[in-house]
C-alpha cells in the first residue's frame, strides 16, 4: 500500500457539480501524493537473521530497479528491504538504467518494486501508461527464460497500470484498481479500512516451498498486507495469497479516489501474490509492496514488516527470494 487517504470527497456538489467533482479529484490527489511523501523507511527496522543464506557480502547480486520513476528504491521506501537481504548475505544495488540484456545478466534476482511511466511520477490519475518499453520487456522477458529471477511488485493504481505490459508477457493479468474490503452499512461491524488484511493457511495463503520454507522454523502461518490491487494467474502459476468474496476491486479513475461512479469488480478468486517458473527461470509477481518494507507513516504508524501484526512478513519474503535463488534445492 502506498497511502490510506480520505476515501470520498466530502465537498457539497450544488450550482456546479461537474466543476465541484474535477476540483475534488485534483485536491484527493493531491492529499494522495502528500501522505505518500509522508511514508518514510523505518531506520531502526531490524530482524534478526539466525542463519544467513551467505557470509556478509559474498551473496549473489539482486538488482533493484530505480530507472523507472520507482516509488520504491535502495535509498528511499525500499531501504529495510536492501538492507534485510544484504544481512542475509546478498549483495543489494540500484539500477537506474533502463533494462538491457547486459545490464541485468550478471542479477542472480532482478526486483521491480512499483514503477511508472513519467506521466505518473506526479499525477496518479489515468491513463496510465506502461514504465517499460518494449524492447525492455524482451530484454527482461528473454533474461527469465534464460535462467534468470524476476520478483516484480506492482502495488494498487496507478502501479499495475504501468507493469501490465510487464506483466502480461509472462501471462499475468494485473487489473489497474485497488483490491480492498468491501464496505459495510452496519455501525457495529468496524469500517473495511480498519480491518487488516491477514492471511492464514486454508484463508488463503497457498501451499508452496515459499509458505513452507526449508524447515520449520522457516514456516509460514500468518502474511499481512498493506491494500493493494489483485490480478489473474496463467496456468501454472502458483497463487501465494488468494482473495475470497469480502474484497472487491475499486476502479478508481484517480488513486484514492472512490465516489459512487467508480466502478466495482468482484475479487473473489483473484490473486495477491503468485509465483511461476518460466522457462529456465522463474518469476514471482505480488500486487502489494509495503509488506516487503518497513515504513513509518504520519510519523508514527508502522507499515510493513515492523508491523505488529506483520511479524512472519520478513521470513516470508527471505523464502521468496530464496526461492528465487533456487536455494530450495
Known sequence: MVNRSTERCIFPLKKNPEVMRTICAALLCLASLTLSAQQVADTLFLYEILKPGYPEGKGPLILLDEGHHNFHTTTGRYMPFSDFLRRDGYVV?????????????????????????????????????????????????????????????????????????????????????????????????????????????????????????RNQAESITSVRTFTGEAFSVPDGATPLIVLDDSFELLMSQVAWQFDKDCEKLPAKGLVQGACMDFGKGRIVVFGEAAMFSAQIQGGKTRMGMNAPDAKQNPQFLLNIIHWLDRLDK
Do not use: C
Open 93 to 213: 544495488k540500484g539500477l537506474s538504467e533502463r533494462f538491457t540484456a547486459d545490464n541485468i545478466k550478471p542479477a542472480r534476482v532482478l526486483v521491480i518494486a512499483n514503477a511508472l511511466h513519467e506521466r505518473n511520477d506526479s499525477d496518479w490519475s489515468l491513463p496510465t501508461p506502461s514504465a517499460f518499453m518494449p524492447e525492455e520487456i524482451g530484454a527482461v522477458a528473454h533474461w527469465v527464460k534464460q535462467g534468470g529471477s524476476l520478483f516484480l511488485i506492482a502495488d494498487h493504481m496507478p502501479f499495475p497500470g504501468a507493469a501490465e505490459d510487464l506483466a502480461a508477457a509472462f501471462g499475468f493479468t494485473l487489473y489497474n484498481g485497488f483490491a480492498m474490503r468491501k464496505q459495510v452499512d452496519d455501525p457495529t461491524i468496524a469500517n473495511a479500512l480498519t480491518i487488516p488484511d491477514i492471511f492464514t493457511p486454508g484463508k488463503g495463503l497457498g501451499d508452496h516451498f515459499i509458505t513452507r520454507g
